[in-house]
Nanobody, 120 residues
Framework: QVHAVESGGGSVQAGGSLRLSCAAS????????MGWYRQAPGKQRELVAN???????NYADSVKDRFTISRDSAKNTCDLQINSLKPEDTAVYYC??????????????WGQGTQVTVSS
């Protein structure tokens, strides 16, 4: 089993910054991608950004140039630096880990979510 624990959410004013962190623990054989999703009230969960084991990154168009994802594979941690926050960034942010705990298959594991609230 893999556990993902997020930290770093909070309430900020528009234009502010936050840094979200995710730490994976458990019986982990390898991690493929690590990433962040968000879900705003009444909306579907959407990908914000992810990063592969090789360091390739992928961002939602709405966050490009404002959000930066990074990863420390040795520590199984993943951070999301979010700058120039907008009210529309308000959501619960979830860490996603695609990991293999044994065998050949990867599966997705999720954190409990951390709230980000941006006021105008």
């Amino acid at each position: 089993q893999v556990h993902a624990v997020e930290s770093g959410g909070g309430s900020v004013q528009a234009g502010g910054s936050l840094r979200l962190s995710c730490a994976a623990s458990g019986t982990i054989f390898s991690i493929n991608t690590m990433g962040w999703y968000r879900q705003a009230p009444g909306k579907q969960r959407e990908l914000v950004a992810n990063i592969t084991s090789g360091g390739s990154t992928n961002y939602a168009d709405s966050v490009k140039d404002r959000f930066t994802i990074s990863r420390d594979s040795a520590k199984n941690t993943c951070d999301l630096q979010i700058n120039s926050l907008k009210p529309e960034d308000t959501a619960v942010y979830y860490c996603n880990i695609r990991a293999r705990t044994g065998g050949i298959w990867y599966r997705d594991y999720w954190g409990q979510g951390t709230q980000v609230t941006v006021s105008s």
